[in-house]
């Protein structure tokens, strides 16, 4: 069954959400590949999922122009997380994850049950919780501020246009 037409925003839209978690999770880890090597097997599976959730919506497109909008995503995300440098992980994964949920609350994205990014979202926030239990609390106002940044960034940008709801705060643990 072929996908019925869809342009490279919408392509953008889809991916940009995941390739943040990625380019984060990626960040996080690099310490742990230096000093091993290597990634834990359960890390890299992750990442793994992560990367393959990247590239589904970019599938069915031929070679150049898919690496070419591959490029165009890894850019868009690498320099919004490059605005959180200094950053905790903690505060940018909420920020990460707020503004996935933000964009599944607007109908602009969908996450699938079982799906690579589902898998690797529940990993992610089971090790994020037990990690930073006590300061995640901490951070939820200032990361849903940061959602609005971005939201704002993206959309002068000409990207999630025609929000359908506000923002709703807090994605329950």
Same mark, same amino acid.
């Given at each position: 069954?072929? @996908?019925?037409?869809?342009?490279?925003?919408?392509?953008?839209?889809?991916?940009?959400?995941?390739?943040?978690?990625?380019?984060?999770?990626? *960040? /996080?880890?690099?310490?742990?590949?230096?000093?091993?090597?290597?990634?834990?097997?359960?890390?890299?599976?992750?990442?793994?999922?992560?990367? %393959?959730?990247?590239? &589904?919506?970019?599938?069915?497109?031929?070679?150049?122009?898919?690496?070419?909008?591959?490029? @165009?995503? *890894? @850019?868009?995300?690498?320099?919004?997380?490059?605005?959180?440098?200094?950053?905790?992980?903690?505060?940018?994964?909420?920020?990460?994850?707020?503004?996935?949920?933000?964009?599944?609350?607007?109908?602009?994205?969908?996450?699938? &049950?079982?799906? *690579?990014?589902?898998?690797?979202?529940?990993?992610?926030?089971?090790?994020?919780?037990?990690?930073?239990?006590?300061?995640?609390?901490? /951070?939820? &106002?200032?990361?849903?501020?940061?959602?609005?940044?971005?939201?704002?960034?993206?959309?002068?940008?000409?990207?999630?246009?025609?929000? %359908?709801?506000?923002?709703?705060?807090?994605?329950?643990?």
């Amino acid at each position: 069954m072929s @996908r019925p037409y869809v342009n490279a925003k919408w392509r953008v839209e889809q991916v940009l959400p995941v390739r943040l978690l990625f380019g984060w999770l990626s *960040d /996080m880890l690099e310490d742990e590949k230096r000093s091993n090597g290597a990634y834990k097997p359960e890390n890299y599976e992750v990442l793994q999922a992560l990367q %393959r959730a990247c590239h &589904e919506p970019l599938a069915d497109m031929e070679g150049k122009e898919a690496a070419k909008l591959a490029r @165009r995503i *890894d @850019r868009l995300a690498e320099s919004i997380l490059r605005g959180f440098n200094g950053h905790t992980a903690g505060k940018v994964w909420l920020m990460v994850i707020y503004f996935w949920h933000d964009l599944i609350e607007d109908g602009f994205c969908i996450l699938v &049950e079982g799906s *690579d990014a589902d898998k690797a979202f529940e990993a992610i926030k089971a090790a994020v919780i037990e990690e930073g239990s006590t300061e995640l609390p901490k /951070m939820e &106002e200032s990361a849903e501020n940061d959602v609005q940044r971005v939201r704002a960034r993206l959309e002068s940008e000409g990207y999630y246009q025609h929000r %359908r709801v506000e923002y709703r705060g807090r994605v329950k643990a």
